[in-house]
């Protein structure tokens, strides 16, 4: 059929315009296509460049050197060590279980070394590499290195880790670090922190370790290092170096510590020692003690149920989280309680027949010696520990005169040392048990908490402090661990400078009455006197036992009846040389029974070690342990 000249334009026009929708369409792809390119070349260049270079070239982090921890004299606590690890890269393997199996066969695997590999594999959001043991033997080293070629995707590294040369000594000052958890990952992003820990896979979990952590942790360092098709290096383009912590140094006298650990031969309890004109804390003794090295890889969970099922509770930091009845340790606070508030002076004597009734009650409250001490001063009260003369002076003076006063040394108040967790203690009055037992106070409790019983309770630092403010005539200084914060790179030192917290005014009459009755403790006669026998120096110091189990009424208490755990605890404060103090003490045995027989020569040991160099069995040392 024969078009028509018409038909034949209409066909051209439509074959026309057909060509020049496909050619806008051809020009808008392409315009596409190039508006892509320029928006890949230029807007999200650095964006693609980084994902091609990572690819290609993979950071390896580097862990920086923790910052060392030393005593004050420059003995190393706490260093770092480079140990053998072997790391799993589950990119490369098939089969993780025969990797496993097989590598058992070469090195020796624990079930703890298993257990702790799963858990970090669950745990680990990078999956470049996974620890399965550390701490390799030479020859452990020596047989995976032989049969490295039969353990694809497995590789022999060094790691450093933390160490603690002197083992369970000062191991609650230092605390330890530990592998970061989920949940320390969890507070440092809502911190945001989590930059400053790429590339740290430890941190500080308590003690100094953790309150220090931002000055000690350092900056991890990486390599730039070109991987082929496989992941394997190939080459280090470029290399950054971590920064090492810096170095902090302690107040603590390691071997004044050691000393005083020794000391207990096996038994628990508790020291503090202080410089009373600074506030340095001198030795804080915790014992029974555990090993912080067990923990900086991750600690066996037998280990783990030991130390948490033992009832000597090695991990319980006892000076500053255990809370006792001071006992009468309490009466030279008492003592000048009566003269700063005119509730009795010197001279004024009472009869002491054994024990104390109330006014309208015959129920007896007992003194230690049944028999009683007969006429009793003040002075004399102290040096023998009469507790019928400070049941009448609780009485006299209230309960609210007694928690006020006691207040001014810090009772039922933390120190604010330098380690997390510190308890407060209880210094009790008529408010806080009404609204603790929604009951009144009543007598009979006032006249408890004149001997440091009933709810009366204290750490082993509180009452340290107090025998601080007590030696330094008011003046109390915050107690610390640190003493200086030294930064490797810069070379500045920080130095923890000692200011007085507060200052509390007491008549010089009335504290010099009270430190002689304390010397007196000391003296013959004194219930310390055996324990300070011969000492070249004067000593002011308390005893104190403190009950555990209450006794009925008229029950004679008998120590080799109650068993050893319902004890008394025994206790010891001093501070020495009582004319110019050097160091302020508590002594706490746990079920020891009477501080000046047990607690005393605990203290005594440490007293002629700091201000003598005397350690004990020795002769003094001249420059070693004294004038500090």
Known sequence: MKLTTRQEITRNSQYQARLQIAAVFIVVVFLVLIGRLTVLQTVQYDYYHTLAESNRISLVPSQPNRGLITDRNGIVLAENRAVYTVEIYPKEIDDLQATLRNLGGVIDLSESDRRRFDKRLRESRNFDSIAVKSFLTDAEVARFSANKFRLKGVELTTHLFRSYPMGTTAAHILGHVGRISPQDKALLESRGQTAAYRGIESIGKD???????????????????????????VRTIARKASVPGNKLRLAVDIRLQKIGEEAFGGRRGAVVAIDPATGDILALVSQPSFDPNAFVDGIDPAIWRELNQSLDKPLTNRPLRGAYPPGSTIKPFMALAALETGTRSPERTIVDPGFYTLPGQGHQYRCWKTEGHGSVDLHRSVVVSCDTYYYGLAVEMGIEKTHDFLARFNFGKASGIDIEGERSGLNPNEAWKRARFKDKWYAGDTVSAGIGQGYVLATPMQLAYAAAVLANRGTAFRPHLAKEIVDLQSGKVRRIEPKPAYVTHFSDDNLDRVREAMVGVTQPGGTAAQAAAGAPYRIAGKTGTAQVIGMKQGQKYKESEVDERHRDHAWFIAFA???????????????????????????????????????????PTAGEGAAH
């Open 207 to 233: 003690g100094v370790e953790k309150t220090y952590e931002t000055d000690l942790r350092g900056v991890a360092g990486y390599a730039q290092v070109e991987t082929d098709a496989a992941g394997r290096g």
């Open 577 to 619: 040389p009582a004319d110019d103090p050097k160091i302020a003490l508590a002594v706490l045995v746990e079920n020891g029974g009477h501080g000046g027989s047990v607690a005393a020569p605990i203290a005594r040991k440490m007293m002629d070690w700091w201000i003598l160099g005397k350690a004990p069995g020795a002769e």
